[in-house]
């Protein structure tokens, strides 16, 4: 079976400072794992993905993750935050136990104080 | 950039109606989704459908649902007789490739449905 956990429900940040969202998986495969953002009122935007390549995964508008397989961890995070990624964060690992249905973590609340 | 549409945003039924929520997915994908978000909760996988059949259902799916691709362009999940607990918002989802674990899912905008 496999799992993943979103260790916080919410976290806050100043403009400009760095941003770490944590997330941590079991999986009885090697898993694909992926970050998605949420605007408000929008769909869910793929971030950037783990599928076995490179272990530090660079995606779009700055953000990076590390597969850390020892940790069980692909956590997401990002130099210097921006209002705009005020948003959700969905953490998702799929391909464990033959199955290719996704699991969702909870979602992280990601807010940005000026 | 093409994107997933959904229709309506917002669905207010009444216990016990018929609710048709619709999708259209990306003109040249393959592999579609639902999934369902009820408020406060994860957002679950409901069901994937290839090739004008289902691939994989959860356990949620039951015989309440149905998903069918009328025409070339709409994917549409039916709830046959909503009960309070379908309220939830509804992601459509679709991927180019043919479902494999590594393939990008892309998501629609939601369509909030509220069972009164």
Known sequence: AQSVTQLDSHVSVSEGTPVLLRCNYSSSYSPSLFWYVQHPNKGLQLLLKYTSAATLVKGINGFEAEFKKSETSFHLTKPSAHMSDAAEYFCVVSGSGGSYIPTFGRGTSLIVHP | ?116
């Open chain 2, 1 to 116: 950039e093409p994107e997933v549409t959904q229709t309506p945003s917002h669905q207010v039924t009444q216990m016990g109606q018929e609710v048709i929520l619709r999708c259209v997915p990306i003109s040249n994908h393959l592999y579609f989704y639902w999934y369902r978000q009820i408020l406060g909760q994860k957002v679950e996988f409901l069901v994937s459908f290839y090739n004008n059949e289902i691939s994989e259902k959860s356990e949620i799916f039951d015989d309440q649902f149905s998903v069918e691709r009328p025409d070339g362009s709409n994917f549409t999940l039916k709830i046959r007789s909503t009960k309070l607990e379908d309220s939830a918002m509804y992601f459509c989802a679709s991927t180019k490739g043919s479902g494999a674990p590594t393939d990008t899912q892309y998501f629609g905008p939601g369509t909030r449905l509220t069972v009164l």
